[in-house]
Nanobody
Framework: QVQLVESGGGLVPPGGSLRLSCQLSGNSGSAFRTYSIGWFRQGPGSEREFVAA????????YYADSVKGRFTMSRDNARGTAYRQMDSLKTEDTAIYFCAADRHLVTSSLGLPSQYDNWGQGTQVTVSS
């Protein structure tokens, strides 16, 4: 049973930074590198939207246009953890952020919530002065 635990959310003023973590447990350390990790967010009254992803096999990263140049994904396979550094935050970034994980996803599937079987509980990010 794979579990994802997120941390790092909070309140930050516009222009500020946060780093979110997503730790995967219930697998062997060698298997984590085979998981692609996706980040999605859901604002009030909005559907869940793709934010960023890091592929398992190659660690290639992919970003939504709205966050490109401001958010950076990375992973530490030894710790079984993926990170997302968020800089130059805007009020419209306010949402609940979810990480998701799955294995053997093709690039075209990374942005589709339906392709992920494992989800974290979500962490609130609020950007406000």
């Amino acid at each position: 049973q794979v579990q994802l635990v997120e941390s790092g959310g909070g309140l930050v003023p516009p222009g500020g930074s946060l780093r979110l973590s997503c730790q995967l447990s219930g697998n062997s350390g060698s298997a984590f590198r085979t998981y692609s990790i996706g980040w999605f967010r859901q604002g009030p009254g909005s559907e869940r939207e793709f934010v960023a992803a890091i592929k398992g096999s190659s660690s290639s990263t992919y970003y939504a246009d709205s966050v490109k140049g401001r958010f950076t994904m990375s992973r530490d396979n030894a710790r079984g953890t993926a990170y997302r550094q968020m800089d130059s935050l805007k009020t419209e970034d306010t949402a609940i952020y979810f990480c998701a994980a799955d294995r053997h996803l093709v690039t075209s599937s990374l942005g589709l919530p339906s392709q992920y079987d494992n989800w974290g509980q979500g962490t609130q990010v609020t950007v406000s002065s």
